[in-house]
């Protein structure tokens, strides 16, 4: 029984895990890594078609984006996730691929012109639809037997609509473990989403760790503060411009827009003009709406009791046309602007940035967490005067505004009081899905609180038995070496060198072999380099 981490280790993005077990094989979300080109940084260190089942916690991109690579590339198995969270996906992956769609032919047609090959789309439209027939929707609290003895069962994370923990029981030659991927937590308090529950029992604990080292804010009204920026701004002749993420923060910034309205909180303009530009977002707020409606919280039930529409009010206008997006830019009303992605690393917002960053009298408001190497982290950061927007250096003259306390993720203490809530403690916690930095922090804070805990590295694997490594892992491959092998070779021959990377992997993990076992391998490996080198 082992566990190998594939992704979000040392890192926020790309979430993918992997439990061996028997003969099988089984991913635990498949997430696109942001932050990075497409090309080394999306590869998997596997190959897809030796997975026999995945498991997805929730919808966000970073835990579910490469769905359909894998498929692409050969998995032919069950993926388990909650109902909404398969609802949310069909919309999430469609969108996906129109991104890559997209940007493979925006960078092809400058290729083209420099005479460089090509470059294909990551995935297609059609290979997000092969995604679809193999979802297999479940319910909440439900035991699920995923064959051979072997189940799982989602617990609400309270993170966003259809979020869970996947609680795992695998019996392997009669020793039975349980493990569980907590996914990301969701922090209380959060408007549409119900509270995180918590789990009592647990062998082997893998979660994540996004605000590990931070807290919340928990003091800072949103509403006020985000009615404030809208008074402030229009006033000034403004926009207010909102990157968000298109399921998750956008409903949450329409229920508060909602509510600023109906107390009339921006006093000089009560009538203000919400544009949501984003045809993802809108496609997911209107599920919000209509078939998630019964996965919605207390609050927002309520209000859909009493009439109100608590994601719709006066002056929303919806933008779906991409030609209509851009005639925005024209239109001088100060206006609110909505549009993703939320890390501002693809999709129409990187338009409205290059027409508003300059501007000294419009103001920018994050929402969610930025990763680094995103748009979104180096304007957060501050310390860039200026970005490169479509080949273009645009200067950053607006105000930037970051509503962290906005995060559906918990803080440390969130964490702390998640962790808290098994009855014993867990043999083993491995902390993933934070920042290196942090990841190892949390983990130090754990293993002085009598922990055995481990931020692992990225291909590692443990064995579930002992909690000891099998194999060590490597650091990630940084930003700027994925960028120079890119520049510099042919997508053919950057095959092989991650051919090449691979054996090496491999090679690693068949430390301790038999001898016949590891002369053989070795046999084979100078016979393969005989015949190639020339
Ligand atoms: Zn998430
Ligand atoms: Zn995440």
Redesign the pocket.
Known sequence: MKLSFYGAARE??G?CHCIETGDKRILVDCGMQQGVSNGFGQTFPFHPGEIDIVVVTHA?I??SGRLPLLVKQGFKGSIYATGPTCKLLEIMLRDSAHIQELEALWSGRKKKRSGDPVTQPLYTMADAEQVFPLLIPCAYDKMIDIGEGRSIRFTDAGHLLGSAYVEMWLTEDGTQRKVVFSG?IGSPGHPLIRDPEYIKEADIVVM?S?YGDRSHAYSFDIVKELANVIETTLTKGGNVVCPSFAIGRTQDLLYHIREIKERGLVRSCPDFLVYLDSPLATAATKLYSGDLMDYLDEEATALIRSGIQPLSFDGLRIVERAGDSKKLNDDRTPKVLISSSGMCDAGRIRHHLKHNLWRQECAVVFTGFQALGTLGRIIVDGLESSVSLFGEEIAVRCRIHNFRSMSSHADKEGLQKWLDAFERKPECVFVV?GEDETCRTFALRLIEQGYKAVAPKYTSIYDLLTCEPVFEGRDLLRRSDIERLERRESPVFQRLMLAGMRLIEVISRNKGGTNKDLAKFADQIDALSSKWDR
Do not use: K, L, Q
């Open positions: 926020v993005t979430s966000h970073d835990h990301d994540e996004t899905h």
